[in-house]
């Protein structure tokens, strides 16, 4: 069975930041080797993909978080977090861990990011 948590969502004003962290775990999971991303999903839209960073590390963004959130694994810990800086309150969402191969997808259960003043 495999496992995603994320933690570190929480409300945060406009303009400022926060860290998001997803551990993997499982023990047939070789996190080495999926892509691992970020989803959000805001009230009464559809899931969208935010960013996601390859096994070998290729990394692609959508265009509204471009140069303001920045996506980065750890390996050897079976971790992925999403650095978010200058948050607006479209980026107000449900965020949610993925794990991906062209055999199985993995989701964490997610964290609520409230970006309000």
């Known amino acids: 069975q495999v496992q995603l948590v994320e933690s570190g969502g929480g409300l945060v004003q406009p303009g400022n930041s926060l860290r998001l962290s997803c551990a993997a775990s499982g023990s047939i999971f070789n996190f080495n080797l999926y892509t691992m991303g970020w989803y959000r999903q805001a009230p009464g839209k559809q899931r969208e993909l935010v960013a996601r960073i390859t096994a070998g590390g290729s990394t692609n963004y959508t265009d509204s978080v471009k140069g303001r959130f920045t996506i980065s694994r750890n390996n050897a810990k079976n971790t992925v977090s999403l650095q978010m800086n200058s948050l607006k309150p479209e980026d107000t969402a449900v965020y949610y861990c993925?794990?991906?191969?062209?055999?199985?997808?993995?989701w964490g259960k997610g964290t609520l990011v409230t970006v309000s003043s």
């Open positions: 993925n794990a991906h191969t062209i055999f199985s997808d993995f």
